[in-house]
């Protein structure tokens, strides 16, 4: 019976937190979320999320008109560097998409050749 009060008791505890204000950590998949979890990485963890995510960016816009001229043996970190470089002088567009923000971003780095 006491074992059946304590998982009660943990499960009320844990499903009450959101209620309480303590807040969730923010999502990658805007700008504030992914300043506030790769602007300044805690851990290793933490920065392999950040470089993994721009991965995936990367690889999900290959066939991105506005992305076709970049440079073919730009790296991952190098796009990472990029993206919260534009993060870190351009606080007002955090709100954003982080997708939207890593397009403008290159873009402005790497500008095409017209």
């Not at 950590?25 to 602007?39: I, L, M, R």
């Not at 992305?67 to 955090?94: G, N």
């Amino acid at each position: 019976m006491r074992l059946v009060l304590l998982a009660l008791a943990l499960a009320m505890g844990t499903f009450s937190w959101p209620r309480l204000g303590i807040a969730q950590q923010p999502t990658v998949s805007t700008g504030n979320g992914f300043w506030a979890q790769c602007g300044n990485p805690v851990d290793k963890t933490a920065a392999l999320m950040c470089i993994a995510y721009v991965y995936g960016l990367a690889d999900g816009m290959v066939a991105h008109p506005a992305l076709k001229c970049l440079p073919a043996k730009i790296t991952y970190q190098q796009r990472l560097d990029i993206l919260l470089k534009y993060l870190r002088e351009h606080p007002e567009v955090r709100h954003m998409p982080t997708s939207a923000i890593y397009v403008v971003s290159l873009l402005e780095a790497l500008p095409c050749a017209e």
